[in-house]
């Protein structure tokens, strides 16, 4: 029940005015300061709300007097990045694959981009830091099947492996399996016999008859007459003890590939999109990772 | 305690005491204003000439003595030389500094708060200049009183630029610590200094105008919290400044028929405090300190210069007023006029007990600092790699860290893996048992490397092996435990 407001003999102070049950209520006005500053944020406000995008509408928004928009802002900031990378990317575009790795600078550049580059297209089948998995070759071991040189690393990522890309890295592995050519007995003893190259064989007798069949069903044409593997044609080193198509049976995995071969595919990276600068960096980057010849 | 700025609710007052500014009147006499100019010529002097000395480092480092290079990670103080991983050190000199703050507390009561500390000293500084332009406290108190005109005007904004510029120069003085200050002073005046250093100038030179210029006692008495745990840090021995007020009182002015009696009639009577207020008007804080001990009182000791003064002119003993310990005071107003010394006490060897180990622990790590350390990251994609031949290879990140200025040169060998060797990028060679690896004077070296064992190096899914770190120059060696990872078996 409102009453006049009076002066408490009290505390000196007056009342609002307001009372219940004989109890009256002070008036303690807020600080001067508190409510000058209370009254400009609310002024501040106003302005912020004309200045930028603020109210929803039924068909968008205010878009404020400042233009002002946080993509704007961001694509900004796109550009501010791409202007600071500009300098080592020219360079990058002239220098050659060797100037690069010895330009200290340059090359920091190009193994942080190709870092980002090979975790997004890359990393899917040869897995973080290039350590492969079953079919995908391990891209960080000394063990290279089309070569681990500098040059080599950039064909292999520009024109991919038996893709459609003329310049596509090309090989087959014929299949000698389905009795036609080897019998099982004769695998067996075959797959012995290249086990045996990375020491690895437990049946010396079955790897000495595998030999001959290994001498005289061409082997040696592609993979050498110690399987040491030929990178001109992709053709795998079987003495390495690195092994492609890793099992825990790996003297069946060898026969089914003699049997049945998979061919590994992977694509044109020039076919799909990156440019001559982003091969650069994938190279020099996948080069690093340990196996680089 | 009483506390005579903050009256309390419950003494029926309004627990909101509008603040009363302080007119404190300039009294140049006396030895402890004396110490005041003393402790304001070596600690402003440190803070300006502080950054303008010279160290020689030899070509390449900085030849400032004082400097925190925060870009460069590094602090130098004269001949010695820390980088970030050794940041203990500020920490020691921090309990050193507490210690010590205790220590003379214990001893002395505030005389930090009194002659060192900044907002004392520039308080006094900013004082001293006002007093320059408006005059002795009592002109003073008029003019704020006085409507504004020309006198006022040139007197007020005198006071202002010179404020303004002491305290550009106190923002100036701080950051000069964190650059080289020849090419600061240059770059500021060309206005190429980067933001930071106009913007720390800007804080550190805002808060010395309105703390030293406007708010300085609050500072003290609300601001401060040394000032709400003084407390703990006296006990009855603490020399503090204090009114004899057995002495003193009953108080009252010499007037009339007083005058011109010698002294020993005419205060055979009465108290020796003749209420001349003296030393309430040089009080920085504005505070009576016959009101006893008290908070406010920061215990500069000027009303002690301001008592003597005045005893002396009257022809009364010096020390009505005094810095004396409550209990020494508690046994003169009893009759004993023999005064103990406040080192009798245990605290006040622990402290120094504590003082001194820490600093000699700190003397001894400096005196022993390592020169060089290393940290070692194994690499995790991949954890390993099998390579032909069976074997298996695991990647590691090396840093070392360099800490003398000249090139560093340093041999890493395996401790603990059979058959196994190294190679590092960008150092010729490939399997090797040891590999020699040189680091710039003062940096990080970063090296990549591999080791390779053959997988029966390795009993089950990883193997310890240890790094083991030469110094050839010092013939030093750091050892490092890390693991070797190989294939599931």
């Not at chain 1, 694509?75 to 990045?81: F, I, R, S, T």
């Not at chain 1, 590939?257 to 440019?275: C, E, F, H, N, Y």
């Not at chain 2, 202002?160 to 002073?185: K, P, Y």
């Not at chain 2, 007083?258 to 020796?272: D, I, S």
Request: some cysteine.
């Amino acid at each position: 029940m409102a009453t006049k407001a009076e002066k408490d003999s009290v505390s000196g102070q007056f009342t609002t005015g307001h009372e219940w049950d004989g109890i009256k209520e002070l008036n303690t006005p807020l600080p001067r300061w508190w409510v000058w500053i209370f009254f400009i944020t609310i002024a501040w406000a106003v302005v912020y709300c004309i200045l930028y995008p603020s109210w929803p509408g039924i068909n968008g928004y205010w878009a404020g007097t400042k233009g002002y928009h946080s993509r704007t802002e961001v694509a900004q900031e796109l550009e501010q990045a791409k202007a600071a990378k500009a300098v080592y990317l020219s360079k990058l575009k002239d220098a050659s694959l060797d100037d690069i790795v010895k330009d200290k600078d340059l090359l920091n550049f190009a193994l942080a981009g190709g870092r980002s580059v090979f975790n997004e297209n890359c990393a899917a089948c040869h897995g973080f830091g290039g350590v492969g998995a079953y079919g995908f070759p391990n891209l960080a071991d000394d063990v290279w099947l089309w070569g681990g040189s500098l040059d080599d690393v950039r064909t292999t990522i520009s024109f991919g492996i038996r893709n459609s890309n003329p310049n596509s890295r090309q090989s087959e592995m014929p299949a000698y399996g389905g009795g036609d050519v080897l019998n099982d007995a004769q695998l067996n003893d075959l797959a012995e016999y290249v086990l045996s190259l990375s020491k690895s064989s437990k049946d010396a007798v079955a790897a000495a008859r595998g030999q001959a069949i290994f001498a005289n069903n061409g082997c040696t044409t592609c993979h050498g007459e110690a399987g040491e593997g030929n990178q001109a044609v992709g053709a795998p080193a079987l003495s390495a003890g690195v092994w492609l198509y890793k099992e825990k049976d790996q003297k069946a995995a060898i026969i089914s590939q003699v049997k049945a071969p998979k061919q590994g595919v992977m694509p044109s990276w020039a076919d799909r999109g990156l440019d001559d600068a982003t091969i650069k960096e994938l190279t020099v980057y996948v080069h690093s990772l340990g196996g680089g010849k | 305690m009483s506390v005579q700025n903050t009256p309390s609710p419950t003494d029926g007052g309004s627990p909101y005491a509008a603040t009363k500014k302080a007119y404190p009147r300039f009294l140049n006499a006396g030895a402890f204003r004396r110490l005041k100019w003393l402790a304001l010529i070596v600690s402003l002097g440190f803070y300006w000439i502080g950054p303008w000395l010279r160290w020689d480092r030899g070509p390449g480092a900085p030849g400032q003595a004082i400097l925190v290079d925060l870009p460069g990670r590094r602090a130098y103080c004269f001949g010695i030389e820390i980088w970030p991983q050794e940041v203990y050190y500020l920490t020691g000199i921090l309990i050193i500094a507490a210690l010590l703050l205790f220590f003379i507390s214990a001893l002395l009561g505030r005389v930090w708060c009194g002659f060192a500390c900044w907002q004392t000293v520039f308080t006094d500084l900013f004082v001293w200049i006002e007093r320059l332009f408006e005059g002795e406290r009592a002109q003073r108190i008029l003019l704020d009183k006085a409507p504004w005109s020309a006198n006022k005007l040139w007197r007020k904004a005198g006071k202002q630029i010179c404020w303004i510029l002491i305290s550009i120069l106190a923002g100036f003085g701080f950051i000069g610590f964190f650059d080289d200050v020849h090419l600061l002073l240059r770059d500021l005046l060309t206005g190429e200094a980067g933001v930071s250093a106009y913007a720390a100038m800007a804080v550190i030179g805002g808060c010395c105008y309105l703390l030293a210029g406007f708010a300085r006692e609050d500072v003290c008495i609300y601001m401060c919290p040394y000032s709400r745990f003084q407390s703990a840090m006296f006990d009855e021995h603490s020399m503090i400044v204090s009114y004899e007020s057995w002495r003193g009182e009953p108080r009252g002015p010499v007037r009339g028929a007083g005058r011109g009696r010698p002294a020993e009639q005419l205060f055979a009577e009465r108290g020796h405090c003749i209420d001349c207020r003296m030393c309430v008007q040089v009080c920085p804080t504005g505070i009576d300190i016959r009101d006893g001990s008290q908070l406010a009182c920061i215990g500069c000791a000027l009303c002690v210069d301001a008592c003597n003064s005045m005893m002396d002119r009257v022809g009364l003993p010096r020390g009505l007023v005094s810095y004396d310990s409550s209990f020494n005071q508690q046994a003169r107003a009893a009759g004993d006029m023999s005064s103990s010394s406040p080192m009798a006490r245990p605290r006040v060897y622990i402290y120094l007990a504590i003082i001194g180990l820490v600093a000699i622990l700190m003397a001894y790590s400096l005196m022993t600092r390592k020169t060089f350390d290393v940290n070692i990251l194994h690499e995790r994609a991949p954890m390993y790699v099998e390579v032909s031949g069976g074997r298996v290879r695991n990647g590691y990140t090396f840093k070392i860290l360099n800490m003398v200025r000249g090139p560093g040169h340093f041999r890493l060998t395996v401790e603990g893996l059979n058959k196994a060797t190294m190679s590092v990028i960008g150092v010729d060679g490939d399997q090797m048992e040891t590999v020699d690896l040189p680091v710039d004077g003062d940096s990080v070296g970063t090296f990549r490397m591999f080791v390779t064992a053959p997988n029966a190096s390795l009993s089950g899914k990883k193997a310890d092996l240890t790094f083991a770190l030469t110094n050839l120059d010092t013939g030093k060696v750091v050892r490092r435990d890390n693991l070797f990872a190989g294939p599931e078996r």
